[in-house]
């Protein structure tokens, strides 16, 4: 689920149906009416095709930097429309692309009512968008396990712009974006509804609470930029092309398990892969050495602290004693 | 403080206890296991927000590890060390104190919590070491040990998997973690107190720090090795040096005590 351009309430849950009749509102239009002319006249002014790209952008972008630009859906769910003209230039999508090309109808001020009623209608149409030019990710997705549920129809899966911003396409590169991934991914694998839901196993909690899961917590503390040195979800499971651990493809598969724990383990000996845990939590079934050990540590601590506890509190009440009785100076 | 003893008429003849290397050791034990707690502890409680600041005071994750390991090695080092000095003591017949654990400590303890709970009048006659100091020194020989061995797999697992089935990386990372605070609570309350808050001690024992005991609290606390001691030459004879210049029984604990 998109983090940064959504208005669903924490859990993920989508806000109650839209109330019929209720049209796309472009929320503060008429605040912007002055910088709209003054785009219109930069649009006309600036004529000649060398120029052509930059001042079509320039026209959008000339409202579309305002703190707080929001499109409010049918649905209730909002849509944050404000851009950041630095990321957008220093974006692969900033240096090729024009607003218009994945905007062709916006051309037009104002601009046509969108012909979507949500967020899924919304993202799915920036969806077809991507894949114009994005295909061979497209066609990844699309033998992915998220791609055969999303035309299994499921609206929970995610979409381009659910891990994407097209408007800042190249923070996918960055240390904090990938310092963000278990985050990213926990918005779904540790919602509780959609856990429950498609029935999946509590993988982002296991995750953080092992070793390299751990990592990259502490990481972030002081480094939160810097990229962090342990594995994260995409590292074992591949990006666009995610499959089940059971898809004999899968890099996650029991035959590939240990091909992928060398891609940073290059010296990783044989039996290595069986030192990770699967997002399991030990029990009988699961690492049962590691369940063993933990309930030999549960027994053990109590058992000698509670001891030398008894033995101090003894000591200490024989010597109070000897004290009140005088027998002791 | 010394006239004051001679007022008092208490004796100031000293037994040794510790060696300069033993003590040495001891120092080394200190360093590497607090700076190991220290580092250690916020990455078992990697959830806390105390963990966070310590982890952030120290200049991240990475750094912290350096530092863990580090004195890991350092630690990892005294402990052969130690094994060797046995060893090479054994061998050469000379005598460190026994750290054997037998029946008869067995019944010390029972002996003891008898004495502690009322029951009898008189604490056992402990040797040289008595099952306090024992449970200690062998804690501290097995905890070592555990922390040395889970430490190295989860240090190398590349390398261990190679023989060794991968669940014990997993399992290493359970056992340092509880065995750490096994340690570390056995230290606070057990070594805490029956080093530095016994009331007849308080603030610290200084055996550890002048490398030797009163003949009196010997005779009081460590009855069969001051017979021992006594069987084998005269009480004055014990004593190869004077009292330690430094006052070993600070005001919390008057003259006259025990």
């Known amino acids: 689920m998109p983090v940064r351009q959504i208005g669903r309430s924490p859990d993920g849950r989508t806000r109650g149906p839209s109330y019929s009749g209720e049209r796309v509102q472009q929320v503060r239009f008429v605040r912007f009416v002055p910088l709209i002319l003054a785009a219109a006249a930069v649009i006309l002014l600036a004529g000649g095709p060398a120029g052509a790209q930059n001042s079509d952008n320039e026209a959008c972008l000339a409202c579309h930097t305002a703190p707080g630009m929001n499109l409010t859906l049918p649905s209730t769910e909002v849509v944050s429309v404000t851009i950041d003209p630095k990321r957008f230039a220093a974006s692969p999508h900033g240096k090729a692309l024009t607003c218009a090309t994945c905007h062709p109808a916006n051309v037009e001020i104002p601009h046509p009512a969108l012909t979507v009623n949500t967020l899924r209608e919304f993202q799915k149409q920036a969806t077809a968008v991507c894949q114009t030019c994005h295909a061979d990710r497209a066609e990844q997705f699309s033998q992915s396990v998220h791609g055969r549920a999303v035309r299994m129809g499921f609206d929970d899966v995610p979409l381009c712009t659910s891990c994407h911003n097209p408007h800042d396409a190249a923070r996918v590169t960055s240390g904090a974006y990938r310092n963000n991934i278990p985050q990213m991914c926990g918005t779904c694998h540790a919602a509780a509804r959609i856990i429950e839901k498609y029935g999946l196993r509590p993988v982002y909690e296991s995750y953080s609470q092992e070793f390299h899961g751990v990592t990259t917590t502490l990481y972030k503390l002081t480094t939160p930029a810097g990229p962090a040195p342990a594995a994260v979800c995409t590292d074992c499971h591949g990006e666009h092309d995610i499959r089940a651990a059971s898809d004999p493809a899968s890099r996650v598969n029991q035959a590939n398990l240990l091909t992928t724990c060398r891609q940073c383990h290059p010296t990783a000996g044989q039996y290595f892969a069986a030192a990770w845990t699967e997002h399991k939590t030990p029990g009988p079934g699961a690492a049962p050495l590691v369940w063993y050990v933990q309930i030999f540590y549960s027994v053990l601590i109590p058992s000698v602290v509670g001891f030398l506890i008894v033995l101090t509190v003894l000591d200490l009440s024989r010597w109070a004693t000897d004290r009140l009785r005088g027998t002791r100076p | ?258």
Do not use: C
């Open chain 2, 1 to 258: 403080m010394s006239a004051e003893m001679v007022d008092t008429g208490k004796t100031t003849e000293t037994v040794v206890r510790f060696t300069l290397p033993q003590r040495i050791e001891h120092v080394i034990l200190i360093i590497s296991f607090n700076v190991l707690a220290f580092t250690g502890l916020p990455q078992k409680y990697f959830y806390t927000a105390w963990a966070e600041r310590i982890i952030v005071l120290l200049g991240g994750i990475e750094r912290v590890r350096t530092i863990h390991r580090f004195f890991a090695v350092v630690l990892i080092l005294e402990a052969l060390y130690h094994a060797g000095a046995v060893v090479a003591a054994r061998l050469a017949g000379r005598e460190r104190g026994d750290m054997g654990v037998a029946f008869g400590d067995v019944r010390n303890i029972l002996g003891d919590i008898a004495y502690l709970v009322g029951l009898r009048a008189t604490k056992p006659a402990f040797g040289r070491y008595d099952y306090r100091q024992k449970f200690e020194y062998w804690a501290v020989v097995w905890g070592t040990i555990i922390m040395a061995a889970t430490g190295l797999i989860m240090w190398v697992p590349e390398v261990v998997t190679r023989w060794l089935p991968g669940v014990i990386v997993p399992a290493a990372r359970v056992a340092h973690g509880g065995e750490a605070l096994l340690a570390i609570l056995a230290v606070i309350i057990w070594h805490f107190y029956n080093a530095h808050f016994r009331p007849d001690i308080f603030p610290m024992d200084p055996a550890m720090w002048t490398g030797r005991m009163d003949l009196q609290r010997l005779e009081h606390d460590h009855r069969t090795e001051y017979e021992r001691l006594t069987q084998l030459t005269q009480p004055a004879q014990l004593t190869q040096l004077p009292a330690p210049a430094e006052p070993h029984q600070p005001e919390a604990s008057p003259p006259g005590e025990q």
